[in-house]
């Protein structure tokens, strides 16, 4: 069984970089798409972009000038960089799964970062 | 962007009854449609994909259904463990993925 976990610091000040790292086990990072998801506190769910496993990246347009997926194949991680965070950058940050179809198959736990002073 | 709007926001129901959640895009996505259920604290489950396919392990009280623009997540009948809330999710543009609000189903 495939499973995802989050890691991470809780607290980034406004300003700077949150850098978040998901480490997949169960499975192969391989042949797979890697994406990273967040949810502000009691609101819906924002797809900030993906890294296929050859290391090709997509983001959403909305956070493209800020945001930088990078994976490490040999300990099967991927990372999340998020520059110049505010305090609308708060959410619950999940890393997920696709095969290529785009269907969300495997979450992490998710981990609440808050950006605050 | 291609905006993904559910119906209603919240809907209260009793254990047993037939709900149906409705959820629309902003330009035809043909199937490309997902839906997920989500419990407080927990990351989202995927339940049905390519609008009506049900993903493996999902009861059989789950189906989806449309194409184009007007999609429909159906439970039969309501379990107690049903009560979550539940997005939508298109998979038609990656530029970008976009989801749906999110419909809130209570306790009535």
């Known amino acids: 069984q495939v499973q995802l976990q989050e890691s991470g610091p809780g607290l980034v000040k406004p300003s700077e970089t949150l850098s978040l790292t998901c480490t997949v086990s169960g499975g192969s990072i391989n042949s797979y798409f890697w994406s990273w998801i967040r949810q502000p506190p009691g609101r819906g769910l924002e797809w900030i972009g993906y890294?296929?496993?050859?290391?090709?990246?997509t983001y959403n347009p909305s956070l493209k000038s800020r945001v930088t997926i990078s994976l490490d194949t040999s300990k099967s991680q991927f990372s999340l960089n998020l520059t110049s965070v505010t305090a609308a950058d708060t959410a619950v940050y999940y890393c997920?799964?696709?095969?290529?179809?785009?269907?969300?198959?495997?979450w992490g736990q998710g981990t609440l970062v808050t950006v605050s002073s | 962007d291609i905006q993904m709007t559910q119906s209603p926001s919240s809907l209260s129901a009793s254990v047993g009854d037939r709900v149906t959640f409705t959820c629309r895009a902003s330009?035809?996505?043909?199937?490309?449609l997902n839906w997920y259920q989500q419990k407080p604290g927990k990351a989202p489950k995927a339940l049905i994909y390519?609008?009506?396919s049900v993903q493996n392990g999902v009861p059989s009280r789950f189906s989806g259904s449309g194409s184009g623009t007007d999609f429909t997540l159906t439970i039969s009948s309501l379990q107690p463990e049903d009560f979550a809330t539940y997005y939508c999710?298109?998979?038609?543009?990656?530029?970008?993925?976009?989801f749906g609000q999110g419909t809130r189903l209570e306790i009535k």
């Open positions: 390519a609008a009506s």
């Open positions: 997920a799964r696709d095969k290529g179809d785009k269907l969300f198959d495997f």
């Open positions: 890294i296929y496993y050859s290391g090709s990246t």
């Open positions: 999710q298109q998979s038609y543009s990656t530029r970008p993925i976009t």
């Open positions: 330009q035809s996505i043909s199937s490309y």
